[in-house]
């Protein structure tokens, strides 16, 4: 039976910050790391990050799951799956990086586990048991992405997980078995220290605008077909792992052809969709020329790349707006012998319906003064 599974979140603790929360069960919960029934660690895939690759950091949680099952109990009045708190602080805004939160990763089909994170529920993911020391322990998981804000060192400070048990318990007829020595208890991490280097200054292209990563991109214009001078908006489209948000625009230095009027960016989680609004200036133009696109690709081996769009291919008409393009001839003006023409064609036609509606006066008049 798996009851001291449903263990509780914070209803007790709700909006207090993580860093009270550490000083307090440092003075109230008993320190058991050493006993070895329940692990927390932070891992990550190696100690050396450029600046703005993206940093993976899991923290580990490994419970010996004999006592998981037999020991554990409840903390607070939420149920969740396993009954323990991780005290992370600084989780969500870690001194000297970004956090990525449009980057975490999704649901998988990887099963989750509901554990109390500082004041709020987080779901941890179920990896495989580990053997140590003997017995069977249980892993969990939770993961977070980070990017190294400038070079030196990044100082992740050690996870705590804070959980009660007891070893004695005694039959209740109407709420179960009950614990008679309940002791909240906690167990400390170890640090995580990280290096973060300045990107190389060997080899990078004008072209550069800070994205560190490995992408892919494409473009696209629409409309096909459009006057000179009118709108044209061409789509740049980025996808890949790395710092979506964090890099300047590509620049259009190469579209002499065109006026840049503006640009919309948008930052989305998967993609960035950068829209720059252009205007032709003349009728010569038959195709939108390709976007260079540079990033640091952190390997390996790591090194600058830089890719192009394809050309897209465009219709440029002359301006059909009142006001005449570039070096079209002016419309012809009116002679004036034209202009007077009309005029006196104009006043006779005013003269001869005058002259109708007086004869039409008269044949009335005289009509009322015949006899019947």
Not at 74 to 94: C, G, K, S, T
Not at 171 to 187: H, K, L, Y
Request: glycine share 6%.
């Amino acid at each position: 039976m798996l009851r001291e599974w449903r263990g509780v979140v914070l209803a007790v603790s709700l909006g207090v910050p993580a860093t009270a929360q550490v000083s307090t069960l440092q003075r109230n919960g008993k320190d058991v790391t050493a006993a070895g029934r329940v692990h927390v660690e932070l891992v990550t895939p190696r100690d050396t990050y450029f600046v703005h690759e993206p940093i993976s950091i899991r923290v580990r949680i490994n419970a010996d799951r004999e006592f998981a099952q037999s020991n554990l109990v409840p903390m607070f009045r939420q149920p969740l799956d396993f009954a323990a708190q991780l005290v992370l602080p600084w989780i969500d805004e870690l001194p000297g990086a970004i956090a990525l939160v449009s980057q975490a990763r999704g649901p998988s089909d990887e099963p989750q586990r509901s554990l109390a994170l500082n004041d709020g529920v987080a779901h941890a993911t179920v990896m495989p048991d580990r053997e140590l020391d003997g017995r069977a322990f249980l892993v969990l998981e939770i993961e977070r992405r980070y990017l190294g804000a400038r070079p030196g060192e990044l100082r992740v400070p050690a996870p705590i997980v804070r959980f009660a048990y007891a070893t004695h318990f005694e039959d209740d007829f109407i709420s179960g078995p009950v614990a008679r020595n309940r002791t909240e208890a906690f167990v400390r991490g170890e640090p995580l220290v990280l290096t973060i280097v300045p990107l190389p200054d060997v080899g990078r292209p004008p072209e550069f605008t800070g994205a560190v990563g490995r992408f892919s991109c494409w473009a696209e214009a629409r409309p096909a077909v459009v006057e000179v001078g009118e709108s044209l908006k061409l789509v740049l489209r980025i996808e890949g792992e790395g710092n979506l948000a964090s890099f300047d625009p590509p620049r259009l230095d190469e579209f002499t052809g065109f006026d840049l009027h503006g640009v919309i960016d948008d930052k989305g989680a998967a993609r960035r969709t950068i829209t720059y609004d252009l205007a032709p200036r003349t009728a010569d133009i038959t195709q939108v020329p390709p976007i260079p696109f540079a990033f640091f690709e952190t390997g390996p081996p790591a090194q600058y790349r830089l890719v192009y769009t394809s050309p897209i291919s465009i219709v440029v008409q002359p301006s059909s707006r009142g006001t005449p393009a570039k070096g079209d001839a002016p419309p012809p003006s009116t002679p004036a012998s034209e202009t007077s023409a009309l005029r006196s064609l104009l006043w006779t036609g005013v003269l001869a319906v005058m002259g109708l509606l007086a004869v039409a006066i008269f044949l009335r008049v005289r009509a009322r003064r015949s006899p019947a």
